[in-house]
């Protein structure tokens, strides 16, 4: 893979030039310091987008256009990275080699035209179309609980710090929905367009050159922006004495989420020594949680950790029987101060480089995990991935454990399963 990045003034393109596939694959990435009052709209906007534009009149018009350019693939997505919400545009497009010349300036150009020709009239979206995003919105709205896993992990967000990002519904609010306007939508589009900090990824096999050419032709944006903000999460200060919350639902399953914040870490602890203290801990299926507590003990069906570096938290998932909670926690709870008191062993931590070795090499089968990966190298400043695979060769036991006691239990919400006859 050749990476080259370029400041393009109001945006950077990062061209990632690799012969693994037959496609181009393009991603634009608006990036903007997340309001909680905001996320519904955003979320109806990046919809409305790809309902029409002025040359496609009807989603189905954007349909027949995309099977034109050879089954074109386009999609969006809202996500939240620490304090910012990044709403993203991704087009795919078979390479002119496998399709016919010209075919993926066709692309670029239709991609232009539903990012920068939306379809609106006198400032504002077109009602019908509206209504489509809209009714899209508050089908995801109600459906918020179909996902148990989900629903634990956010309830237990709420209950750890309400007024933190961290407990953002990314799927929107009922109450801000209702105050969307055709006017007001219109005002976010121009301003998300106008302010937005803006990255824009392209990965396949192209001649650079060329690349750039189409990009500055079809892509114009008229600001320069910087990003206004760090991505960073303030650090939430551990509360004195564990917080148990919960909910029941009726299923035969019981979900149980559980935050643990992490404090003063340093950069290298982040990106280093604590992600190997995941691997070890529940990261994988050779882990300490997935041994002792699902295998041994039976206590769970799942489980497993994973950590969130911008929101300085490790949070904990398991699906249990709700007669095996109490438990479940204090099995964790041990393993957790087992690791800190330097519990494992050096093979453990040999397992767990050779599987972040293992998901680095993985990194290159699929287009959209490299322009991830990429992506949080962006955010986090990290080096280049062979500087990082060398370092993380060099982690020390002395340095994961010291990462291990930064690491407290704060937050265990259970979503009992109470199967009602």
């Known amino acids: 893979m050749d990476y080259i990045k370029k400041d393009l003034g109001s945006f950077n393109l990062h061209m990632i030039n690799t012969k693994k596939f037959k496609t181009i694959t393009i991603k634009i990435v608006f990036h ?216 029941e639902i009726d299923n035969t399953q019981s979900k149980l989420a559980i935050a643990c914040p992490i404090n003063n870490l340093t950069d ?20 300490k949680l997935f041994k002792d507590v699902r295998e041994k003990n039976s206590l769970c069906y799942t489980i497993r950790s994973f950590v969130n570096k911008l929101d300085s938290l490790l949070l904990i998932s398991a699906g249990i029987d709700r007669e095996n909670y109490t438990k479940t926690v204090n099995l964790i709870t041990r393993n957790l101060n087992d690791l800190k008191k330097g519990k494992f062993t050096d093979k453990d931590i040999a397992v767990a480089k050779e599987f972040y070795y293992t998901s680095i090499e993985e990194l290159g089968e699929d287009e959209y995990r490299i322009i991830a990966e990429f992506m949080m190298e962006e955010i986090l400043g990290l080096p280049p991935i062979v500087e990082r695979l060398k370092k993380m060769n060099t982690v020390t036991k002395k340095e994961i454990i010291k990462v291990y006691k930064k690491i407290t239990m704060d937050t265990v919400f259970l979503l009992e399963g109470v199967k009602h006859e």
């Open 32 to 247: 903007t310091p997340i309001i909680k009052e905001e996320i519904t709209k955003r979320n109806v906007l990046s919809d409305i987008l790809l309902q029409s534009s002025k040359k496609y009149h009807s989603k189905r018009d954007l349909i027949i256009a995309a099977e034109e350019l050879y089954a074109a693939d386009i999609a969006n997505h809202n996500q939240r990275l620490g304090n910012y919400i990044l709403t993203s545009f991704n087009l795919q497009v078979l390479m002119d080699k496998y399709t016919e010349e010209g075919n993926v300036e066709k692309a670029f150009s239709f991609f232009s035209e539903i990012l920068f020709n939306p379809d609106v009239k006198n400032n504002a979206f077109k009602k019908d179309k509206l209504e489509i995003a809209k009714h899209n919105s508050l089908i995801a709205l109600n459906s918020i609980k179909e996902s148990a896993v989900s629903y634990s992990m956010l309830k237990m967000l709420e209950a750890y710090d309400s007024t933190s990002p961290v407990s953002y519904r990314m799927v929107g609010y009922l109450e801000d929905l209702e105050n969307i306007t055709e006017e007001n939508l219109y005002e976010a589009y121009q301003k998300m367009i106008d302010n937005d900090y803006v990255d824009m990824f392209v990965v396949g096999n192209f001649n650079k050159r060329e690349m750039l050419s189409l990009v500055k032709k079809y892509f114009k944006f008229k600001r320069i922006k910087k990003r206004k903000a760090s991505y960073y999460l303030k650090e939430h200060k551990p509360r004195g004495k564990r917080l148990f919350v919960g909910e």
């Open 268 to 287: 290298y602890e982040r990106n280093y020594p604590l992600v190997l203290a995941n691997l070890i801990f529940g990261g994988g299926v050779e882990s």
